[in-house]
């Protein structure tokens, strides 16, 4: 089972700064298999990243993913006040079981 | 549009059952596969279970294995998910997810509103 960690718990920042939230695999994943999404409370998650650096449709391009085998990373360049929500990595389509990580939590500082 | 609505959930006491339906629209049904997903109170995402189009290919996370069983009817455009053996730890909001492909990645890219399981007596 891949286990996915996600640091830091809780990130503080203001608007406009720039956020970087980290997921580490336990073991290597390909990247077409890594996705991110943002979940506000209330609200279903929503898919912003897949195949670990591809935008979905609709996602501005200030969210920018990047990484491979163990390490991961999303990036949002200049935070908007809207983006202030929880963020969660997940490996699905390769070895079941479909894991997420525990979510980043970016609150406004 | 793509639409998938949940319905099903509610109170139930420790070892009920209950029933969860994911009525889809705005695509088609028969060539995605499908997913459940779960959002403990407090508690971060937790994948639960996924039927392929065909449901001839089914996994399902340890926690719920041999309590709850994934189902679909192409015909209905409907998921469901039948929960048994109910345990105060499956309380939660559940979401059917649809599974998306994009060349060789994987993802799920459309997502129910939820539906909150309460287990507690």
């Known amino acids: 089972e891949i286990v996915l960690t996600q640091s830091p718990g809780t990130l503080s920042l203001s608007p406009g700064e720039r956020a970087t939230l980290s997921c580490r695999a336990s073991?290597?994943?390909?990247?077409?298999?890594l996705a991110w999404y943002q979940q506000k409370p209330g609200q279903a998650p929503r898919l912003l990243i897949y195949?670990?650096?591809s935008r979905a449709t609709g996602i501005p391009d200030r969210f920018s993913g990047s990484g491979s085998g163990t390490d991961f990373t999303l990036t949002i360049s200049r935070l908007e006040p809207e983006d202030f929500a929880v963020y969660c990595c997940q490996q699905y389509g390769s070895s079941p079981p479909y894991s997420f990580g525990q979510g980043t939590k970016l609150e406004i500082k | 549009e793509v639409q998938l609505v949940e319905s099903g959930g509610g109170l139930v006491q420790p070892g009920g059952s209950l029933r969860l339906s994911c009525a889809a629209s705005g695509f088609t049904f028969t060539i995605h596969s499908m997913n459940w997903v779960r959002r403990v109170p407090g508690k971060g995402l937790e994948w639960i279970s996924y039927i392929s189009s065909s449901s001839s290919t089914i996994y399902y996370a340890d926690s719920v294995k041999g309590r709850f069983t994934v189902s679909r009817d192409n015909a209905k455009n409907s998921l469901y998910l039948q929960m048994n053996s109910l345990r105060a730890e499956d309380t939660a909001v559940y979401y059917c997810?649809?599974?998306?492909?994009?060349?060789?990645?994987?993802?799920?890219?459309?997502w129910g509103q939820g539906m909150l399981v309460t287990v507690s007596s």
């Open positions: 997810a649809r599974g998306g492909r994009y060349g060789g990645s994987y993802f799920l890219d459309y």
């Open positions: 195949g670990g650096s």
């Open positions: 073991q290597s994943v390909s990247s077409s298999y």
